[in-house]
């Protein structure tokens, strides 16, 4: 069961990295559904019966009946069943204030080099021009407060960019002590970002770092689909594709409808070498 | 203490003095019945101008049966609190009664954001916890509360908080303008005819909503006698002193779910957000708002039996839920 699967779909690929990094000794603050969710659901059947997670409606710990209604992420008896509390949003932000979220998991529309997060607005914000997203929601809240934050973001240029249009979410702002003269807690931010290609993390210099890629991709395809140049790992490792297990879990008992990992392309391994289906 | 760095955005007036004024003069410190019909509590609660705030949203138990009424009044002006929000603030701007929005999170869409293009709808920016903080300030009388989050992000210059130097840590620190709402429009599971409610399961701000706004309704899926309070207080989420109505309202949050009591209908919840997304909704207020002339038409006559039975035996959760 635990042997390398042969296909999969980039997505899948994404929530399995990150599900393999999630251990039973922390607390994760989930923002929202989608990836994040399911990567939790995910090592919570893996590896980590016993982690803890808890999202801004301030629910403690559930035991989720997936999958959920339509939007269904909160506030609904599937999303908080079975948890060890139940609070609310002032009560979470209590938590993450407190220094009780290890680790935060966000899904971003675009981030930058220095991790900051954008879910404000794409194009100009002056004069309402640029186009128009809901805004920061909890993502802020987890961002600033969480010790570690783990992003995820397409691997496409206009989403992996510079600068982002809009700061919606703290990421390492512009540079070392940048977080702390803007009053957030101090040793937190983010640490990771995936995409369904590669995993960054950051040097001390609060740098971008790309750190592995996946089986399918090259160094040079990830370099081509971001608006700037990271920093590059001493050695760039290559992840391990998603197992057997893994994906029999993840589409029998989470996203059975594939609701979340119907998307991206699909991937499979064809004379000995993983790469992009014809489609 | 020193001031750092300062939003530039307007904000509602911030006036703890004022306000504990209005408790005393206004607040019905007694306990007297506020039974009415949602026609009634709108008519008499909201007016326009306010600063209006709902607790959840239209998909998950929030105030639904309210925001309709309140299209079907033609309030206008209202200034939004749009947190953890889907299409709530949306059908108000349509619906042509809100023109101002505070921010944590709301589904924009088309329609909103032209609005806002041409200066239709003003905004300002927050974050979700950041507007629940600011009502937990005015929920505790006080001016303003600190917070560790949102220094150094864009929406800072266009919010009112203040980054400012902690007099005792001497550390930077963010400050929130206390919120203390007009009128605000919460949903629940259960309420007296008083006004003593309850919140089964998780939820936004109930609490700190109906504490720190002027006027309150509280729309219930169940009216309970008084004894059912007395019998297990600690689950009693809002005391009746801070509500001025009490609305009967089952399937009040229709199309979305009441955690225990109904799952959402699917259905529902994809018609608004298609029309948030296509960015008109006039064909939805037609047929969900300005077609009935009450919730009890709405359920009868465009919701239906079937409907509202299907999503109560969907609904297969009761722990928690049960009193």
Not at chain 2, 142 to 160: K, V
């Amino acid at each position: 069961m635990s042997t390398p699967a042969e296909q999969f779909s980039e997505r899948e690929f994404v929530i399995c990295q990150i599900a393999r990094l999630v251990e039973d000794q922390y607390i994760y603050w989930v923002g929202g559904g989608g990836e994040p969710l399911n990567s939790v659901l995910l090592a919570k059947r893996m590896t980590a019966p016993n982690l803890q997670y808890l999202t801004e409606d301030g629910v403690i710990g559930p035991e989720a009946l997936v999958p959920f209604d339509p939007l269904m992420t909160m506030i609904s008896s599937r999303a908080n069943y079975r948890a060890l509390q139940w609070g609310t949003m002032n009560y979470a932000a209590d938590l993450a204030h407190l220094g009780y979220v290890d680790y935060g998991i966000l899904n971003t529309l675009q981030v930058d080099r220095f991790g900051n997060v954008n879910s404000t607005v794409v194009g100009k914000y002056a004069g309402g021009e640029g186009r128009r997203f809901g805004g920061p929601g909890g993502a802020d809240s987890i961002a600033a407060l969480a010790w570690r934050t783990i992003l995820i973001t397409d691997q496409q240029k206009r989403k992996f960019v510079d600068r982002v249009d809009f700061i919606s979410s703290p990421g390492f702002l512009d540079g070392p002590g940048a977080r702390e003269r803007h009053g957030l807690p101090p040793n937190t931010g983010p640490w990771r970002v995936y995409t369904p290609w590669a995993r960054f993390g950051y040097d001390k210099n609060c740098q971008l770092t790309l750190e592995a890629i996946a089986p399918y991709v090259s160094v040079d395809q990830v370099l081509g689909e971001m608006s700037f140049k990271p920093v590059l790992a001493a050695t760039v490792e290559v992840m391990e594709a998603p197992t057997d297990e893994e994906l029999l879990i993840l589409r029998t008992e989470i996203d059975v409808g594939g609701q979340v990992t119907d998307r991206g392309r699909w991937v499979e391994l064809k004379d000995g070498k993983y790469q992009f289906a014809q489609q | 203490m020193r001031v750092i760095e300062e939003g530039k955005a307007e904000f509602l007036k911030v006036d703890p003095d004022g306000y504990r004024g209005y408790v005393r003069d206004n607040k019905p410190h007694q306990m007297v019945s506020k039974l009415m019909s949602h026609k009634d509590a709108v008519e008499r609660f909201i007016r326009d101008g306010d600063y209006l705030a709902y607790d959840c949203n239209y998909f998950q138990r929030g105030p639904s049966s309210l925001i309709r009424e309140i299209i079907r009044q033609n309030r206008k002006n209202l200034w939004l609190c749009g947190k953890f929000t889907y299409v709530a603030c949306a059908l108000l701007v349509e619906g042509g009664c809100a023109d101002r929005i505070d921010i944590g999170f709301i589904g924009f869409g088309p329609w909103i954001s032209r609005a806002v293009r041409e200066g239709k709808c003003k905004i300002y920016e927050y974050s979700n916890a950041l507007m629940t903080l600011r009502l937990k300030a005015g929920a505790m009388g006080l001016p303003f509360l600190p917070a560790r989050s949102f220094g150094g992000t864009d929406g800072f210059e266009r919010s009112a908080c203040k980054l400012v130097e902690d007099p005792y840590t001497k550390q930077p620190v963010l400050l929130v303008p206390a919120l203390n709402p007009d009128a605000a429009i919460i949903h629940v599971h259960q309420a007296d005819e008083f006004g003593n409610a309850r919140v089964f399961g998780t939820g936004i701000t109930h609490q700190e909503c109906a504490l720190a706004s002027k006027r309150v309704i509280v729309s219930a899926e169940e009216i309970v006698s008084t004894d059912e309070f007395r019998r297990d207080p600690a689950r009693t989420s809002i005391p009746h002193f801070a509500v001025d109505a009490v609305v009967h309202a089952p399937f009040g949050a229709f199309p979305g779910t009441v955690q225990g009591y109904y799952a959402s209908d699917p259905q529902g919840v994809v018609e608004a957000m298609g029309a948030l997304y296509r960015g008109d909704f006039r064909e939805y207020l037609k047929k969900h708002v300005y077609s009935v002339a009450s919730h009890e038409e709405y359920l009868d006559k465009v919701v239906g039996a079937a409907k509202m039975i299907e999503m109560r035996r969907r609904e297969t959760i009761r722990e928690g839920y049960v009193s």
